[in-house]
């Protein structure tokens, strides 16, 4: 079963127009993390924002917020005023904990989003 | 802005070749971590590596794969003989804590031929 699951592979938003991408998330681990990274076309990944499963307010960032619905298990990325240099793949990814002690991430397939202008 | 380094940014090899990607973590960072991505596909994890030991490794973390802290800087994730699907984006990163973000470095395009 998918532990991430991003069900947008395309979205288009016009230039200053907000957009919300989806993410929704499996997990029994009542401790967990949710982030959002951003992969323009030169390939890194660029850390938007997190949210902790026990934080009561939602996460934001400059013009990113997370939406986060904990019973419906859902971490949606809002980005306000889209700019042209928006475009790019977005990933969700949750943090699982390991038997040892580290989390590692586990990302979903990711949403391409193309700011018009 | 202290930020995860990876060299080179590219690299060719022919299959059956070694290749070693060297990441340069955050400085006052302990825990690391190796991920990979296909083209066109999701991120996935590989490896984490904490106190000069492996902690967690993926199916993906073959016999092939090792990882490495050769000094106080570097960190290193060596693949033993190259084979065609090990073509991909390889992302070091690290974060300060385990539940802490983990910051990743710019990638390492791996092009086995």
């Known amino acids: 079963a998918q532990k991430i699951t991003q069900t947008q592979p395309g979205m288009f938003v016009q230039e200053k127009e907000a957009v919300t991408l989806d993410c929704t998330y499996d997990?029994?681990?009542?401790?967990?993390?949710l982030f959002w990274y951003k992969q323009p076309s030169s390939g890194e990944m660029i850390f938007l924002i997190y949210?902790?499963?026990?934080?009561?307010q939602n996460a934001t960032e400059g013009r990113y917020s997370l939406n986060f619905q904990k019973a419906r298990k859902s971490a949606n990325l809002v980005i306000s005023a889209s700019q042209l240099g928006d475009s790019a793949m977005y990933f969700c990814?949750?943090?699982?904990?390991?038997?040892?002690?580290?989390?590692?991430?586990?990302f979903g397939t990711g949403t391409r989003l193309k700011v018009l202008a | 802005e202290p930020e995860v380094t990876q060299t080179p940014s590219h690299q060719v090899t022919q299959m059956g070749q070694e290749v070693i990607l060297r990441c340069v973590p955050i400085?006052?960072?302990?825990?690391f971590y190796w991920y990979r991505q296909i083209l066109g596909q999701k991120v996935e994890f590989l490896v984490s590596?904490?106190?000069?030991?492996?902690?967690?490794k993926s199916e993906i973390f073959d016999d092939q794969f090792s990882v490495e802290r050769p000094d106080g800087s570097n960190f290193t994730l060596k693949i033993r003989s190259t084979k065609l699907e090990d073509s991909a984006m390889y992302f070091c990163?690290?974060?300060?804590?385990?539940?802490?973000?983990?910051?990743f470095g710019p990638g390492t395009r791996l092009l086995v031929l």
């Open positions: 949210q902790g499963s026990y934080d009561q």
């Open positions: 990163a690290s974060s300060r804590d385990p539940q802490e973000t983990q910051y």
């Open positions: 400085s006052n960072h302990l825990y």
């Open positions: 590596f904490y106190n000069n030991e492996i902690s967690e």
């Open positions: 990814a949750m943090r699982e904990g390991g038997t040892s002690g580290t989390y590692k991430y586990i």
């Open positions: 997990t029994s681990d009542p401790s967990y993390g």
